[in-house]
């Protein structure tokens, strides 16, 4: 019985944290590259969409019902194989300080060097390292999103 208690405790406390860090390399928001589908939704919980229109099973995780902003995951064989900011969540950051909404230059000194990939109205610039790609997403020359995917992995979302 105590058991049971304590995993509804666990279940109930997940969410989508309220300011997620980007850790490059390794974690957004708390989810890695390869983590089940359970892991994440014991990080995240599980109050998410699915897009019914992607050509991957995604999730979007949100702050509540008919909001943008959030987290999303991209899963193959029930396993996270991107995950990266939707819209612009306010409070999330590098794990060296970076907020989104910061000038392009600000993460470039911080967290540099990158490589420019051209989107359909907007920028990314990315690094590869250790089998996975950070992404730093750019709208008029301000961060407006991070992702994590696998290494030389497309980020145009």
């Given at each position: 019985m ?33 983590e ?43 396993r996270?194989t ?9 409070g ?42 950070t992404?730093?997403?750019?709208v ?18």
């Amino acid at each position: 019985m105590k058991l049971a208690l304590a995993l509804v405790a666990v279940a109930t406390s997940a969410s989508l944290p309220k300011a997620g860090t980007l850790v490059p390399g390794h974690s957004l928001g708390g989810i890695r590259l390869g983590e089940s589908a359970a892991q994440a939704t014991a990080t995240l919980g599980t109050f998410y969409g699915v897009c019914d229109g992607c050509t991957r099973t995604t999730w979007y995780f949100t702050y509540g019902k008919w909001t943008r902003s959030g987290l999303a995951l991209e899963l193959t064989s029930g396993r996270v194989t991107a995950v990266y900011t939707v819209w612009s969540p306010p409070g999330w950051r590098t794990r060296s300080g970076v907020r989104l909404g910061a000038p392009e230059a600000q993460f470039f000194a911080l967290d540099g060097p990158f490589r420019q990939v051209s989107c359909r109205g907007y920028d990314v610039f990315v690094h590869d390292a250790h089998g996975t790609r950070t992404a730093y997403y750019v709208v008029d020359q301000k961060l407006w999103g991070f992702g994590l995917l696998r290494a030389r992995a497309n980020p145009c979302r």
